[in-house]
């Protein structure tokens, strides 16, 4: 199969799936926005990014290893499996330990919390959610692209239908939704665990195992993730800190506007997520092929152009889309978008770095990148926000992705030989900002004046709009053949 064809066929699966998954979850929000208080929201959100940081730290990126190491080790994806799952629940038990002695301490006062009951949610999710998010990525190194969007469907599904009893019927508020997202986690896990023959694959392993073997194998995937845990903590910092900024510095209330106002960079994530996916098993399989740069270099450019004229479009309809959106006090959370979304860009391109970057198994190198994204960031949010707020959090977030970027494209150059145009790429950045400020601002006719900048991306990027054209064509006329 040819590589365009693989990635785009593997794109074709992802989006099938995410998109259903996505949409329905995008339609919640409104829900969510009119049955939840931003106060619970904010709550919701913190236990959700802080699973972010947890589940590849304690698990030490069991999930990626299994991933990058299944694409290769065909015929051992059996011990792959059995000795993933060992960490991850070796992860589960350490911290349901924590959350219970956290849980006796603050019944008995020693250690003060509104609701106690948050640590054992907390440590639920936890369980739930690790053994979701790595079965997700076994199955996506093993290639079972449609056990991925089968489990990621029943997610969703399972999400919509325990929201609709607890917060609606039910009425319980947030302990309802933590419940609901338990719920979609460990059923999506079974259901992948089953279609993926899980536990056959598992006794195979059992049964064959050699010792000697199991333990260099073992070594390797441990090394991988261990080397992968500054990249992994980085990320994580990038794309959470300041949720606890706004949360210590502000209010639970303000971190529910803020975790809001990501709903809209959701849409162009949703699109980042399904190339990201597929890209990461392209990088794989041709990072010693023929031609790689030609390769590396022609997607670059297609998937910068797709985002950045998406993201475009987003800030253009703005308004409009958050007033479908947000409901009654969120509403407000419109201004926080724009800098968020093209923070989007700039992550998803840095993403698409790291992927080569991790194809050659440098995780160092993009360790220090968004290491020193991190501590950009780390710094910006403790001198913006006191003065600007909210809107200062997501300024740090746009500058921490820029740098994060920046130095990823510099490292990524020490394996390939990436062909860009920078000159164009940089003016393209600027009319994003341009275009961010124009609506920020409600500049008169601004809706004219932004809609006069899509069209300037729009020519500045035909060429790469052609060749995504040329490509889908060739891979319909080869699939006629």
Same mark, same amino acid.
């Given at each position: 199969?040819?590589?365009?064809?693989?990635?785009?066929?593997?794109?074709?699966?992802?989006?099938?799936?995410? +998109?259903?998954?996505?949409?329905?979850? +995008?339609?919640?929000?409104?829900?969510? =926005?009119?049955?939840?208080? =931003?106060?619970?929201?904010?709550?919701?959100?913190?236990?959700?990014?802080?699973?972010?940081?947890?589940?590849?730290?304690?698990?030490?990126?069991?999930?990626?290893?299994?991933?990058?190491?299944?694409?290769?080790? =065909?015929?051992?994806?059996?011990?792959?499996? *059995?000795?993933?799952?060992?960490?991850?629940? !070796?992860?589960?038990?350490?911290?349901?330990?924590?959350?219970?002695?956290?849980?006796?301490?603050?019944?008995?006062?020693?250690?003060?919390?509104?609701?106690?009951?948050?640590?054992?949610?907390?440590?639920?999710?936890?369980?739930?959610?690790?053994?979701?998010?790595?079965?997700?990525?076994?199955?996506?190194?093993?290639?079972?692209?449609?056990?991925?969007?089968?489990?990621?469907?029943?997610?969703?599904?399972?999400?919509?239908?325990?929201?609709?009893?607890?917060?609606?019927?039910?009425?319980?508020?947030?302990?309802?939704? %933590?419940?609901?997202?338990?719920?979609?986690?460990?059923?999506?896990?079974?259901?992948?665990?089953?279609?993926?023959?899980?536990? /056959?694959?598992?006794?195979?392993?059992?049964?064959?195992?050699?010792?000697?073997?199991?333990?260099?194998?073992?070594?390797?995937?441990?090394?991988?993730?261990?080397?992968?845990?500054?990249?992994?903590?980085?990320?994580?910092?990038?794309?959470?800190?300041?949720?606890?900024?706004?949360?210590?510095? *502000?209010?639970?209330?303000?971190?529910?506007?803020?975790?809001?106002?990501?709903?809209?960079?959701?849409?162009? =994530?949703?699109?980042? !997520?399904?190339?990201?996916?597929?890209?990461?098993? /392209?990088?794989?399989?041709?990072?010693?092929?023929?031609?790689?740069?030609?390769?590396?270099?022609?997607?670059?450019?297609?998937?910068?152009?797709?985002?950045?004229?998406?993201?475009?479009?987003?800030?253009?309809? %703005?308004?409009?889309?958050?007033?479908?959106?947000?409901?009654?006090?969120? +509403?407000?959370?419109?201004?926080?978008?724009?800098?968020?979304?093209?923070?989007?860009?700039?992550?998803?391109?840095?993403?698409?770095?790291?992927?080569?970057?991790?194809?050659?198994?440098?995780?160092?190198?993009?360790?220090?990148?968004?290491?020193?994204?991190?501590?950009?960031?780390?710094?910006?949010? /403790?001198?913006?926000?006191?003065?600007?707020?909210?809107?200062?959090?997501?300024?740090?977030?746009?500058?921490?992705? +820029?740098?994060?970027?920046?130095?990823?494209?510099?490292?990524? %150059?020490?394996?390939?030989? %990436?062909?860009? !145009?920078?000159?164009?790429?940089?003016?393209?950045?600027?009319?994003?900002?341009?275009?961010?400020?124009?609506?920020?601002?409600?500049?008169?006719?601004?809706?004219?004046?932004?809609?006069?900048?899509?069209?300037?991306?729009?020519?500045?990027?035909?060429?790469?709009?052609?060749?995504?054209?040329?490509?889908?064509?060739?891979?319909?006329?080869?699939?006629?053949?």
């Amino acid at each position: 199969m040819g590589r365009y064809r693989y990635l785009f066929r593997n794109m074709a699966l992802f989006t099938a799936g995410n +998109f259903v998954s996505k949409i329905l979850v +995008f339609c919640l929000v409104p829900f969510y =926005t009119s049955v939840l208080s =931003t106060h619970e929201y904010g709550i919701a959100d913190v236990m959700q990014i802080t699973l972010l940081l947890l589940v590849p730290l304690l698990s030490i990126n069991a999930g990626e290893a299994a991933l990058r190491f299944s694409l290769e080790e =065909t015929e051992r994806r059996g011990d792959i499996l *059995l000795i993933g799952l060992k960490r991850v629940l !070796r992860s589960v038990l350490l911290v349901e330990i924590a959350c219970i002695c956290l849980f006796i301490l603050s019944q008995n006062k020693i250690l003060y919390i509104a609701d106690s009951r948050l640590f054992l949610f907390f440590g639920g999710l936890y369980a739930f959610n690790a053994l979701y998010e790595f079965m997700l990525l076994y199955c996506q190194g093993v290639e079972a692209v449609p056990v991925m969007m089968a489990g990621s469907i029943s997610c969703t599904l399972l999400v919509i239908l325990s929201n609709i009893y607890f917060l609606l019927i039910a009425k319980i508020g947030l302990s309802g939704y %933590l419940y609901a997202q338990m719920i979609s986690f460990g059923g999506a896990f079974f259901i992948m665990f089953i279609l993926v023959r899980g536990v /056959s694959a598992l006794k195979e392993a059992w049964k064959n195992r050699k010792k000697q073997e199991m333990v260099a194998l073992s070594g390797e995937m441990g090394s991988y993730g261990s080397g992968m845990l500054l990249y992994a903590v980085s990320s994580w910092i990038n794309n959470a800190i300041d949720r606890y900024f706004i949360l210590f510095m *502000l209010s639970p209330a303000e971190n529910g506007l803020y975790g809001i106002a990501y709903k809209i960079p959701a849409i162009l =994530t949703t699109f980042q !997520r399904i190339f990201a996916q597929s890209w990461q098993m /392209s990088a794989v399989k041709e990072y010693k092929g023929a031609d790689r740069e030609g390769f590396f270099s022609n997607m670059y450019g297609i998937y910068e152009a797709v985002l950045v004229l998406s993201c475009a479009g987003l800030i253009w309809l %703005l308004k409009p889309i958050s007033a479908i959106l947000f409901r009654k006090d969120f +509403f407000v959370a419109w201004m926080l978008t724009p800098p968020l979304l093209i923070s989007v860009v700039f992550g998803a391109l840095e993403g698409f770095l790291g992927s080569i970057c991790l194809a050659f198994k440098d995780g160092a190198g993009m360790g220090k990148a968004t290491g020193t994204g991190a501590i950009v960031n780390i710094i910006l949010n /403790s001198l913006l926000i006191p003065f600007m707020g909210s809107f200062g959090a997501a300024l740090a977030t746009l500058c921490s992705y +820029f740098v994060m970027f920046f130095l990823a494209f510099r490292f990524v %150059l020490s394996h390939v030989a %990436l062909k860009t !145009r920078h000159i164009r790429d940089g003016l393209s950045y600027m009319l994003l900002i341009l275009e961010s400020a124009l609506v920020i601002g409600s500049v008169w006719l601004y809706p004219l004046w932004n809609g006069i900048i899509c069209l300037i991306l729009f020519i500045m990027y035909f060429e790469e709009l052609k060749m995504v054209l040329k490509k889908i064509t060739a891979g319909r006329k080869s699939c006629a053949l």
